[in-house]
């Protein structure tokens, strides 16, 4: 029984050690066209705005066919809203994003979606006061610090190195005027893993 045992935990680890091995950290920046969403929003413009920060790949799988691929990023939100004279009022709302993705490769074709939880740590509202000149509000109060959210996309990558996609990234918590609604076009580079 204790000779099972131990070859269990010895297989056991064996494994992780293999698939820890392939995990890799890899960098990421691109670009997000923002919006609010909701049936009570209207009026409402896109702004196009920056993310970019880290992601982790984790196989679960000997081939990495399967994977979990969490991220730590930063990604400005937010919507610019119509106003008088045809001008907008501009709100960018700046989040720390923390995705984590259940993801399939199919030969470099890359399958993703889960859960992300979004961390507000600013928000800033441009009005514009006519000949040019805006004045800008800063500060989170009265919104909602704690976005929950998915996402879903494709992408492609073939092994390590660059790779490049398409994601949409849904709230379902309304921090301002409505959720956020966010397409995010994003290039990255995957570090060869320990």
Partial sequence: MKKTTVLLLLATAGGSSAVHAQTSVGIKVGANLAT???TNVSEV???VTPHGGLTFNVPITQDATFS???ELL????GYKLKYINNSYLTTRLHYVDVPVLARMDADGLIFEAGP???FLAAASTEQPLGLGEKTK????DGL???DVGYVAGVGFQTGLGPNFGLRYNGGLTKPSLGRNSVFQLYVGYQFPGR
């Fill in 36 to 38: 609010a969403a909701g």
């Fill in 45 to 47: 413009g896109n702004i």
């Fill in 68 to 70: 979990v691929h969490p």
């Fill in 74 to 77: 930063y990604s400005q939100k």
């Fill in 116 to 118: 992300q939880v979004g």
């Fill in 137 to 140: 509000v800063t500060g989170t």
């Fill in 144 to 146: 909602k610090r704690l």
